[in-house]
């Protein structure tokens, strides 16, 4: 069994596993494990701010976990993993490592810097203003109401994984096309959708109403998002897009055609880390829209919802 001290910690050793560089050395408690276990990703647990993290979270330089080790008397861990991103370490070096001790007890610094930390950690300011409009934005849509959005979404990804995994093409379009795995037509249609959607609030593209046309293209939105992640095989908590969703409610700024254009080609990179971005880019599109058309964030979700259970889907996996 792994032991924990009394803390309720272990170290964990981050090695590259392309070189075997030392990255970093950090701590995980029980919870920072199973999130690694799970996710595939590297997460941590900060004594100093008593929170989980995963690393990479701010900077965007994620790790993926390769495998993981214990020593011999079961108090440490060693973990091997891809690097994605230029550098580890907060300093803008690749390694925590960076600095050689000398006999004198100084340092010589042997590695130079691989990214400007001020230009990735400038915008945590930011972040954490936004963050509290975040918190805000879950208290007047209330708590039930993010419980609901998270359900809901994630029991739409799952309906979609079953599609990809059980070819029912013969029946169901979606799962052909999730057979098919065309990221260009998938990224394509998605273009589309968001150009409608925002054609929407211009009024230039009329179904019926306002209202109703940002919930019918929102869900349409994150219809060929959850296809697009489907087929890069992306785990839902890597993008968790309730979140996100309520992130962009938060915010509540209209999409700019830049925005739009950077998911779009985060999408078709084939960098994974960038497709997690411009996933969330996409869905945060979705609460940004609904925020500034009066709509509530849950809506393209209860639409979408009811499609599935129309067809059966979503019973069919639960």
Not at 89 to 97: A, D, K, N, V
Not at 178 to 189: D, N, W
Not at 251 to 263: D, G
Request: charged fraction near 25%; charge should be negative.
């Amino acid at each position: 069994m792994i032991k924990f001290d009394r803390q309720g910690l272990i170290p964990a050793v981050i090695q590259d596993k392309s070189n075997g560089q030392v990255l970093m050395v950090a701590f995980m408690n029980e919870e920072a494990l199973r999130l690694t276990r799970e996710t595939g990703y590297t997460h941590l647990f900060s004594r100093s701010r008593n929170a989980i993290w995963r690393k990479g979270e701010q900077s965007g330089n994620v790790q993926e976990v390769q495998g993981m080790y214990v020593n011999c008397e079961e108090n440490s861990l060693l973990l091997e993993v891809i690097q994605h991103g230029p550098g580890a370490c907060h300093t803008g070096h690749r390694s925590c490592y960076y600095r050689r001790l000398l006999p004198d007890d100084s340092y010589e610094t042997v590695e130079e810097l691989v990214f400007d930390p001020t230009q990735v950690y400038k915008q945590q300011e930011t972040e954490a203003m936004e963050t509290e409009k975040i918190a805000e934005a879950s208290a007047s849509f209330q708590e039930v109401g993010v419980r609901t959005l998270e359900s809901y979404m994630r029991q739409l990804y799952s309906a979609y994984i079953y599609l990809r995994d059980h070819d029912m093409s013969t029946e169901s379009n979606t799962s052909r096309l999730l057979q098919e795995q065309s990221i260009a037509y998938l990224v394509a249609r998605l273009g589309d959708e968001l150009q409608e959607l925002s054609d929407v609030q211009a009024g230039t593209h009329v179904h019926t109403e306002r209202h109703s046309d940002t919930v019918l293209e929102a869900s349409q939105v994150g219809y060929w998002l959850m296809l697009s992640a489907a087929v890069r095989n992306i785990k839902y908590d890597e993008v968790k897009p309730h979140e996100a969703i309520l992130r962009g409610y938060a915010i509540a700024t209209p999409q700019t055609f830049e925005q739009a254009e950077e998911c779009l080609n985060l999408l078709l990179s084939e960098n994974r880390v960038e497709n997690i971005q411009g996933l969330v880019l996409g869905f945060m599109t979705i609460g940004r829209t609904c925020a500034n058309a009066g709509v509530s964030p849950l809506e393209p979700a209860e639409y979408d919802m009811a499609q599935m259970q129309r067809k059966g889907l979503v019973g069919q996996i639960n």
